[in-house]
Nanobody, 124 residues
């Protein structure tokens, strides 16, 4: 099993930045691709960003390209999402997810483990 715990969410004004962190643990955590997804009230969960185990490939939703940066530190079993130039439409619960493979994916159904989520609220 893999456990994922997100942190770093909060309330910020539009234009400001936040950095989300995801701590991974568990006996089976190893060469896992990881990703960030988000879900706004009344909407379906959507892809935000993904990263391969090696970090060599990164994927972003069009809505966050150029503003968000995904990264990871495998030595610390950590993944991050740096969010700049935040907009009110970025308001959502953000989830960290991990796959059982090292290959990245933008499809939420391909992820096997999920964190509990962290709230990000951007005020205008």
């Amino acid at each position: 099993q893999v456990q994922l715990v997100e942190s770093g969410g909060g309330l910020v004004q539009a234009g400001n930045s936040l950095r989300l962190s995801c701590a991974a643990s568990g006996r089976t955590f190893g060469r896992n691709a990881m990703g960030w997804f988000r879900q706004a009230p009344g909407k379906e969960r959507e892809f935000v960003a993904a990263i391969t185990w090696s970090g060599s490939s990164k994927y972003y939703a069009d809505s966050v390209k150029g503003r968000f940066t995904i990264s990871r530190d495998n030595a610390k079993n950590m993944m991050y999402l740096q969010m700049n130039s935040l907009k009110p439409e970025d308001t959502a619960v953000y989830y960290c997810a991990a796959r059982t493979t090292s290959v990245g994916s933008t499809e939420s159904r391909s992820y096997d483990y999920w964190g509990q989520g962290t709230q990000v609220t951007v005020s205008s």
